[in-house]
């Protein structure tokens, strides 16, 4: 995550959460100082169950909302700096024109910072893959997963 000029006054380290697919996961704890690197894989896997046309399951996933929030440990709970989302189909499988870096797999988005983040807004920088698999279940029908 970078954030050109902007100082943080707070010393409290961050990590970037992440909620997608109905999972919540989070990073590992950075020092406050920008560049942030988050060098971590998150794996989120969902089988969907009842699915059987690929058209069910990108409806499925333009209904669910992925959520990314840059949060400093200040107490009592943290406090979050930046958001970023986006429905889960454009966050999972973006727009190839819009997608920038070697192969497709690097991307950039500018968070919306929060009220009391002063400065620029954060970008962040990172990759997704994705993997569709189907399996069938134990009645002989086929869903995705």
């Known amino acids: 995550i970078t954030c050109p000029g902007v100082l943080l006054k707070c010393k409290e380290e961050l990590?970037?959460?992440?909620?997608v697919l109905g999972q919540y996961?989070?990073?590992?704890?950075?020092?406050?100082?920008?560049?942030?690197?988050?060098?971590?894989?998150?794996?989120?896997?969902?089988?969907?169950?009842?699915?059987?046309?690929?058209?069910?399951?990108?409806?499925?996933?333009?209904?669910?909302?992925?959520?990314?929030?840059?949060?400093?440990?200040?107490?009592?709970?943290?406090?979050?700096?930046?958001?970023?989302?986006?429905?889960?189909?454009?966050?999972?499988?973006p727009d190839p024109k819009l997608t920038r870096g070697h192969h497709g797999l690097d991307r950039e988005i500018l968070m919306k910072r929060s009220s009391s983040f002063t400065g620029i807004a954060p970008k962040l920088r990172f990759s997704t893959s994705s993997l569709i698999t189907e399996s069938l279940l134990s009645s002989g029908r086929s869903h995705i997963q």
């Open 15 to 19: 990590y970037l959460s992440v909620s």
């Open 25 to 93: 996961k989070k990073t590992q704890c950075v020092p406050a100082a920008f560049p942030l690197f988050f060098q971590e894989k998150l794996v989120f896997e969902k089988v969907f169950a009842n699915v059987v046309d690929p058209g069910d399951l990108v409806e499925l996933l333009e209904l669910d909302t992925a959520v990314l929030e840059l949060i400093q440990l200040v107490p009592p709970v943290g406090k979050i700096l930046a958001t970023y989302e986006e429905n889960t189909r454009d966050f999972l499988f």
